[in-house]
């Protein structure tokens, strides 16, 4: 993938105040970083919660972050180093954006990412296999402290 097709960090961001919306991805596997958590949402807030963390640098394996786990024929492989950024757009109350990790365990893992600014924001995330084998996709949503069914 040529460089320029590659990113650090996108953030979608209402505006500064603590209490605003505030979306940021991460677009790299490699460097002094290393977790495998390119195309992950390293955070999201709104309304002063932390709703969606990333914020474990000992866990580096996917499953620890707000990303995908592929699996391909019972493995995993470790991700490609670089995310590739396909399309940004602001439009005023909404923004979007397309992102892609290539070539990660046989996929390519497109993340879409609808904001409603203000409102919310909904992710579709589709992967496309260049490889045959048996597939299996798990989407990891962390969120901070202990949830329960109330």
């Known amino acids: 993938m040529p460089i320029e097709q590659s990113w650090d960090k996108i953030s979608l ?12 991805l991460d677009g790299m596997t490699a460097g002094e970083h290393g977790h495998d958590d390119a195309n992950a ?10 709703w969606l963390v990333d914020c474990d ?18 493995a995993s492989a470790a991700q490609p180093p670089l995310a590739r950024c396909d399309h940004l757009a602001d439009l005023g109350d909404v923004a979007l954006a397309r992102t892609t990790l290539p070539h990660y365990t046989g996929t390519h893992w497109r993340r879409n990412i ?19 084998g048996d597939y299996r996709l798990k989407l990891i949503w962390r969120t901070l402290g202990e949830t329960e069914i109330d």
Do not use: C, M
């Open 13 to 24: 961001r209402e505006d500064f105040d603590p209490r605003a919306q505030y979306l940021i």
């Open 57 to 74: 640098y000992i866990r580096r394996a996917p499953k620890w972050h707000n990303s995908a786990v592929v699996i391909r024929d019972g």
């Open 41 to 50: 949402v390293i955070r999201f807030t709104d309304n002063g919660r932390i």
């Open 114 to 132: 609808f904001w409603r600014r203000g409102e919310y924001a909904i992710f579709i995330d589709n992967f496309v296999a260049h490889e045959a």
